[in-house]
């Protein structure tokens, strides 16, 4: 699985837009791009994935730069509820036809500081 | 639907002695997967179960273990505890079988050795 960079941290006001970048450079072309976050001691909630065209949820929304080296993450509206460590996360495909794929590997994260 | 259930949420062991942590997936979901969780190693993978078959392994002694049972239900071994496996185990679950997966984590069984 390809390895992600993110700053290892960031403040945000409360109400404004959080955007969190990912770096992938060496994503290949059948990886994908989750998002996970981790509230202090519970466990990774799934937030959001996605290939190459940009998603939204009604969590956030995950913009992929066209040559996937790079994503976003925005939570467009930050509560002090998305105070959390984020994970960026590349892997492959799931299933059984690819032999076994759960090996995720997690980067160190940013930590989101949403500020009253 | 539950979620991903697992117990127990805390344990304080001694050195040398030995552990088993439970993992309940969510009703249908086949793959289970472990992590362990560290302040200074961050999250690292365990090893993940599918149909009762270990089909993925991280980089983790022998000491480590796991297994499935035919409910999808999995438990976790470590045998002749150290001090540095203090941690946060975590456990994910998910279909197994489809190309674009989701895993869904529990919440953790915190785990002290002393």
């Known amino acids: 699985d390809a390895k992600t960079t993110q700053p290892p941290s960031m403040d945000c006001a409360e109400g404004r837009a959080a955007n969190l970048p990912c770096n992938h450079s060496t994503i290949s072309g059948n990886e994908y791009v989750y998002w996970y976050r981790q509230i202090h001691s519970q466990g990774p909630q799934y937030i959001i994935h996605g290939l190459k065209n940009n998603e939204t949820n009604e969590m956030a929304s995950l913009i992929i730069t066209e040559d996937r080296k790079s994503s976003t993450l925005i939570l467009p509206h930050a509560t002090l509820r998305d105070t959390a460590v984020y994970y960026c996360?590349?892997?492959?495909?799931?299933?059984?036809?690819?032999?076994?794929?759960?090996?995720?590997?997690f980067g160190t994260g940013t930590k989101l500081q949403v500020i009253p | 639907k539950a979620g991903v259930t697992q117990t127990p949420r805390y344990l304080i062991k001694t050195r040398g002695q030995q552990v088993t942590l439970s993992c309940s997936p969510i009703?249908?979901?086949?793959?289970v997967s472990w992590y362990q969780q560290t302040p200074g190693q961050g999250l690292q993978f365990l090893f993940e179960y599918f149909s009762e078959t270990q089909r993925n392994k991280g980089n983790f002694p022998g000491r480590f273990s796991g297994r499935q049972f035919s409910n999808s239900r999995s438990e976790m071994n470590v045998s002749t505890l150290e001090l540095g496996d203090s941690a946060l185990y975590l456990c994910?679950?998910?279909?197994?079988?489809?190309?674009?997966?989701?895993?869904?984590f529990g919440p953790g069984t915190r785990l002290l050795v002393l």
């Open positions: 994910a679950s998910s279909w197994g079988q489809v190309k674009i997966e989701t895993q869904y």
């Open positions: 996360i590349v892997r492959v495909g799931a299933g059984i036809l690819s032999g076994g794929y759960q090996k995720v590997t």
């Open positions: 009703s249908g979901h086949r793959s």
